[in-house]
């Protein structure tokens, strides 16, 4: 044998074990199915639609920007009689004294110009109104949903489920789909997604026994439901509860650094979650905690109290979250933690299930259309190109072969449409086989020599076999770019037994024709 040949041929087989090894590993039965992963279409699974509500954010920014104007109006001695928000994106400063409004003025241009307008308030002599800008809204939204994105992959993707989708959704610019194929727990996973990790440290207004009494909330303030239990680790009853805090945190979940569920070792049975904060909120949270201590914090998770322990002591960098917590409990709410907090609360739209056995149906179907289009495809090579189109026939299948086995080695996940991505490719590897049989025939019809119009044959179809390809991948490109998780499917299936296609149909069966003429009389006619 040709030594060229003899490479071409061990490189060949080595492909071949490198596939079918990535295929069925070393066990084949209990590998071979393990090896692809299935999509939601397949493998059944649960379908989401959210809604983030920005507009929360948005109001988030306003209170908090609220606070840091009183705060840096207390400390430069500008005497005023209140900041209040009158909307999400507005807020009123009230009778400023008249001899400090430049001061003011300065004051607001140096430090909340770049994302506020500051106009004089209607109707007050001396007071002003502070508006958010409209392309500081825009920036607002659009970081919530980035934030969201990330911070919904990063907690999805912690409990282990395989290959979910998650991403933006439709016209609207708040929506967000997410798809959890079958493994892990579904109802678990929803339940991470919900709790929200909207982590806050709230100071209970001192006005509540007012409030209580009279019904009308002091400015600055909302009232948070929670359990009666909160920050109790002993009770068990659950009745609902109402807490007036201040409408801004001092701390939020964009603050920590950590969270970690323990034992407690006070109360055995119970578990809880100590937490770390940042350098910065540190150093906000140790005056905070030194000048209210024997006083209730309240800790708000997704709109309500979780827990409203009492501070003990001066509490800097680390702390902690005690309450009816199991081990289970414990470890979503840490996951949720760890992984970011949410810049705004979701909302349900849609919520689908996708049974196994549709999944199944579903496999079956197309495993089916699969295998017949391929005999179909045998057969008609066989009777139609003779032996030739035996050689045809090994490609197809080793096409496939690669096809699979590229799938199990990148982690691909194979969908419905990624099934029909499979029999196109069939479609393809016989196109391509085809041109380049044709092209043979035609070299043979003009006088040439089997050797000669075989290589002929190859190089005069080569161009047109990459051109074909390389448009078809392009296409199959912006379908991944563009398309949602079953249409990204379709997309990859396609790009891979295209791009295996190439190596079967010019590299494998040149070579598969190359060593047949090797071996063949230079007299005899080539079976094609």
Same mark, same amino acid.
């Given at each position: 044998m040709n030594p060229h040949l003899k490479w071409k041929a061990l490189f060949i087989f080595s492909v071949i074990l490198i596939c079918l090894f990535g295929l069925v590993g070393l066990q084949v039965k209990e590998n071979f199915g393990h090896q692809i992963k299935l999509g939601l279409d397949l493998q059944g699974g649960t379908h989401l639609i959210l809604q983030v509500q920005v507009q929360e954010a948005i109001s988030q920014e306003t209170d908090q920007t609220i606070d840091r104007l009183a705060s840096q109006l207390r400390s430069k001695n500008i005497h005023y009689e209140e900041v209040r928000r009158i909307s999400d994106t507005q807020c009123l400063v009230r009778n400023v004294a008249p001899e400090q409004s430049a001061q003011f003025r300065d004051l607001v241009n140096d430090q909340f110009s770049r994302e506020w307008d500051m106009t004089p308030a209607p109707g007050e002599s001396s007071g002003y109104l502070l508006a958010l800008r409209p392309t500081a809204i825009v920036t607002i939204q659009q970081q919530t949903m980035q934030q969201t994105l990330e911070t919904l992959e990063r907690r999805i993707n912690a409990l282990g489920l395989t290959e979910p989708t998650i991403q933006l959704h439709g016209r609207n610019d708040n929506e967000i789909l997410i798809q959890l194929p079958g493994e892990g727990d579904p109802a678990r996973a929803r339940q991470v997604i919900q709790a929200g990790g909207q982590l806050e440290l709230r100071l209970p207004s001192q006005a509540a026994a007012l409030a209580a009494h009279n019904g009308v909330l002091p400015a600055g303030t909302e009232l948070v439901p929670g359990r009666s239990s909160a920050g109790s680790t002993s009770g068990s009853s659950t009745a609902e509860n109402w807490y007036l805090l201040d409408r801004a945190p001092v701390v939020t979940g964009?603050?920590?650094?950590?969270? /970690?569920?323990?034992?407690?070792? /006070?109360?055995?049975?119970?578990?809880?979650?100590?937490?770390?904060?940042?350098?910065?909120?540190?150093?906000?949270? !140790?005056?905070?905690?030194?000048?209210?201590?024997?006083?209730?914090?309240?800790?708000?998770?997704?709109? +309500?109290?979780?827990?409203?322990?009492?501070?003990?002591?001066?509490?800097?960098?680390? !702390?902690?979250?005690?309450?009816?917590?199991?081990?289970?409990?414990?470890?979503?709410?840490?996951? &949720?933690?760890?992984? *970011?907090?949410?810049?705004?609360?979701?909302?349900?739209?849609?919520?689908?299930?996708?049974?196994?056995?549709? !999944?199944?149906?579903?496999? +079956?179907?197309?495993?089916?259309?699969?295998?017949?289009?391929?005999?179909?495809?045998?057969?008609?090579?066989?009777?139609?190109?003779?032996?030739?189109?035996?050689?045809?026939?090994?490609?197809?299948?080793?096409?496939?072969?690669?096809?699979?086995?590229?799938?199990?080695?990148?982690?691909?996940?194979?969908?419905?449409?990624?099934?029909?991505?499979?029999?196109?490719?069939? *479609?393809?590897? &016989?196109?391509?086989? &085809?041109?380049?049989?044709? +092209?043979?025939?035609?070299?043979?019809?003009?006088?040439?020599?089997?050797?000669?119009?075989?290589?002929?044959?190859?190089?005069?179809?080569?161009?047109?076999i990459i051109d074909t390809h390389v448009t078809t991948v392009v296409s199959a490109f912006f379908l991944f770019l563009f398309g949602t998780g079953p249409i990204r499917g379709f997309a990859v299936s396609l790009t891979i037994g295209l791009i295996a296609n190439l190596f079967t149909s010019i590299y494998v069966s040149k070579t598969i024709f190359q060593y047949h003429l090797a071996r063949m009389d230079r007299q005899a006619e080539l079976s094609i």
């Open positions: 964009r603050d920590l650094r950590s969270a /970690q569920e323990n034992r407690n070792a /006070q109360m055995p049975g119970q578990w809880q979650v100590n937490f770390s904060l940042s350098t910065d909120a540190a150093r906000r949270f !140790g005056p905070f905690t030194e000048q209210n201590i024997g006083r209730q914090m309240a800790i708000v998770l997704e709109h +309500r109290v979780y827990s409203a322990p009492v501070i003990k002591n001066r509490i800097e960098d680390t !702390g902690l979250i005690e309450g009816n917590f199991g081990q289970e409990e414990a470890h979503d709410l840490a996951l &949720v933690l760890r992984a *970011g907090a949410l810049p705004a609360s979701i909302k349900y739209l849609e919520e689908r299930t996708v049974g196994p056995s549709l !999944g199944a149906d579903s496999i +079956r179907h197309g495993v089916q259309a699969s295998v017949l289009s391929l005999i179909v495809v045998m057969v008609f090579l066989l009777f139609y190109y003779r032996l030739s189109g035996a050689n045809a026939v090994v490609a197809l299948i080793l096409n496939l072969i690669i096809l699979l086995a590229a799938l199990a080695y990148f982690g691909a996940v194979l969908t419905l449409p990624g099934i029909a991505g499979v029999i196109l490719t069939i *479609g393809m590897g &016989v196109d391509s086989n &085809v041109l380049v049989f044709e +092209r043979i025939r035609e070299e043979l019809r003009n006088g040439k020599s089997v050797v000669n119009g075989v290589e002929s044959g190859f190089d005069r179809a080569f161009l047109t």
